[in-house]
Nanobody, 124 residues
Framework: QVQLVESGGGLVQAGGSLRLSCAVSGRTFGGYAMAWFRQAPGKEREFVGRVTWSGGTTYYADFVKGRFTISRDNAKNTMYLQMNSLKPEDTADYYC?????????????????WGQGTQVTISS
């Protein structure tokens, strides 16, 4: 059984940093891409960025470039989202997801596996 478990969310002040983790178990993800999405109350789920599990190639949404960094540790089967210079508009539930390469990266329907989410709240 594939499991993705996020952790690291919390409450921080604007300008602060958080690092989210996504622990993966139940399968190997060679040939897959792992992504972060977020969903604010009343809004649709939004692509944040992704990393290819094998090669580590990253791709980000424009609104996080220069502030967020995605990485993965294959030995630990864990993906990370380092978030710096956080803004109140970054407040959302953050989800990790896994899906096969070759699909549209920004579309949530491209991903087969999802975590339960971790809440991030940025105070002004």
């Amino acid at each position: 059984q594939v499991q993705l478990v996020e952790s690291g969310g919390g409450l921080v002040q604007a300008g602060g940093s958080l690092r989210l983790s996504c622990a993966v178990s139940g399968r190997t993800f060679g040939g897959y891409a792992m992504a972060w999405f977020r969903q604010a109350p009343g809004k649709e789920r939004e692509f944040v960025g992704r990393v290819t599990w094998s090669g580590g190639t990253t791709y980000y949404a424009d609104f996080v470039k220069g502030r967020f960094t995605i990485s993965r540790d294959n030995a630990k089967n864990t993906m990370y989202l380092q978030m710096n210079s956080l803004k109140p508009e970054d407040t959302a539930d953050y989800y990790c997801a896994g899906g096969r390469m070759g699909r549209i990266a920004t579309n949530p329907e491209s991903y087969d596996y999802w975590g339960q989410g971790t809440q991030v709240t940025i105070s002004s």
